[in-house]
């Protein structure tokens, strides 16, 4: 099992947005996120539960671990793009997702 899964903001040529890649991650306890800003401008990471984090400059990135005793479910996200003022897309919004097993 892999202990890192990554999370990539993107920009996107010619588009006029920045993506999430992948949209969705599955992630087991134990494992730990890395979210990767490769935008020009900064970012904020904001999960629905209210909780937002401080902002992640252009080229950074911010590891999340994912606690032993997580609840499983799908935990949906939102990552906004100061430069552009716009919310990075992922097909739908993005999601972690905490298998039962």
């Known amino acids: 099992m892999r202990r890192v899964k990554f999370v990539r903001i993107r920009f996107e040529r010619g588009k006029p947005f920045n993506r999430v890649v992948p949209g969705y991650v599955f992630v087991r306890r134990g494992q730990t996120i890395s979210f990767e800003n490769r935008t020009s401008g900064p970012v904020s990471i904001q999960f629905c539960q209210g909780r937002q984090y401080p902002l ?14 997580a609840p499983a479910g799908c935990y949906a996200y939102s990552v906004f793009c100061h430069d552009q003022m716009k919310f990075a897309v992922a097909g739908s919004m993005p999601i972690i997702i905490v298998p039962k097993t």
């Open 56 to 69: 992640l400059e252009a080229g950074a990135s911010w590891a999340v671990p994912i606690p032993r005793n």
